[in-house]
């Protein structure tokens, strides 16, 4: 009597039990993991890589080691511990997320996908990936990666993000109820070391027999790309106005927080005008002095747009500046975002 062929989960929790990649908020195959620190590692990686993630999870966990020790953080902190990291509604969120689980659960994470649906800044595929890893639960897990090896394993030919609903149906059906944590981070390990976007290393795939992508001898036009869409460009001005500061501390350069809602809402940054379809010249200068606009510009691309900054500079002495002043010397230590450290570094050059 012939053995019953391995399904698709079976074949690839066997690879993953050889294969898995070691990741600070991960176990061996077969554990349960700390939910904050699946949570965390979720909400870092959103549109960042591993190798940026790795250090900085672990950073955060020397200084905020659980739940109730981020729920108690001031979140200004928090925000500059982000810096870096985009997407800064996700670090406001954690914060809302920590007290959350504090003040409604006892300090203890959700342990269903539903309940976990309910903390404020988890998504469906956050709620899902938490459930599964840290505890277990059968739930469909689609990320980047795992897109794009369900694409592939049935050459589902729609393009995205119509695709989207197909390629969840059929991650669904070849999720096992046991070992979905594992299922699901050998997904996402074979879709970042295996099933590349580029070059697929299929030789080495323990799904190779199973994938209708392969079969057609073109793996890597799988998943279909839609039609990409111009960004529109928009214009601003930042803002470099600095002075002498107190004995010792050398220069400092204003600093303001920018509003709580927006975009990097509640972050440390330059001084900047408002963003528009032209250049705004010095409109929306944070006081009156004797502005001087030079001529080298910061580019930046955000999700939605792209963003040329034009930079003005200025000093003063003993004007009152509504803000923060900042020594110049420590400005790296403000956890100014991208954007804002990317400028600092021409200004500070060229000021």
């Keep these: 009597m012939s053995a019953k062929p391995l399904s698709v989960s079976d074949r690839l ?5 050889l294969h898995a990649r070691d990741l600070p908020w991960r176990t061996k195959p077969g554990q349960m993991a700390d939910p904050y620190r699946v949570w965390l590692s979720e909400v870092m990686l959103q549109q960042t890589t591993v190798a940026t993630v790795r250090p900085r999870l672990v950073a955060w966990v020397a200084r905020w080691p659980d739940v ?23 670090a406001r969120n954690l914060v809302k997320t920590a007290r959350a689980v504090m003040a409604k659960h006892g300090g203890r994470f ?42 592939r ?21 070849i999720t096992p ?37 392969y079969a057609t001898g073109m793996p890597e036009r799988f998943p279909v790309k839609g039609a990409k869409k111009a960004k529109p460009q928009r214009f601003g001005t930042v803002f470099w106005i600095d002075r002498e500061g107190a004995s010792g501390v050398g220069r400092e350069v204003l600093l303001v927080t920018r509003a709580a809602s927006g975009l990097l809402g509640g972050m440390r940054a330059l001084p900047t005008g408002p963003w528009g379809d032209a250049p705004p010249g010095l409109e929306g200068a944070p006081a009156g ?17 792209d963003l040329q900054l034009a930079l003005a500079v200025a000093r003063v002495d003993g004007h009152v500046v509504a ?23 021409v200004l500070e050059r060229v000021a």
């Design 13 to 17: 929790l066997g690879w993953y039990d």
């Design 153 to 173: 394993l049935r050459a589902i030919g729609v393009p995205l993000p119509a695709a989207r609903p197909a390629i969840r149906a059929a991650a669904d059906a």
């Design 68 to 90: 109730a020790s981020l729920a108690a953080a001031d979140e200004a902190d928090v925000m500059a511990a982000w810096a870096g990291l985009g997407y800064y509604a996700r």
């Design 323 to 345: 803000g923060q002043w900042w020594p110049i010397a420590e400005l790296a230590s403000a956890g100014l975002p991208t954007l804002f450290a990317k400028a600092a570094r």
């Design 289 to 305: 002095a004797d502005w001087r606009l030079l001529d080298e510009r910061v580019r930046h691309s955000f999700t939605h747009f």
């Design 177 to 213: 109820a046991a070992r979905a944590g594992d299922f699901a981070q050998a997904m996402m390990d074979l879709g970042a070391t295996i099933c590349t976007p580029r070059k697929p290393r299929c030789l080495l795939c323990p799904l190779r027999e199973e994938c209708a992508g």
């Design 110 to 151: 959700p342990v269903t996908e539903s309940e976990l649906r309910t903390l404020p800044g988890l998504g469906a595929y956050t709620a899902a990936a938490v459930a599964a890893i840290a505890f277990g639960e059968r739930a469909v897990v689609v990320d980047a990666n795992v897109q794009r090896v369900v694409a």
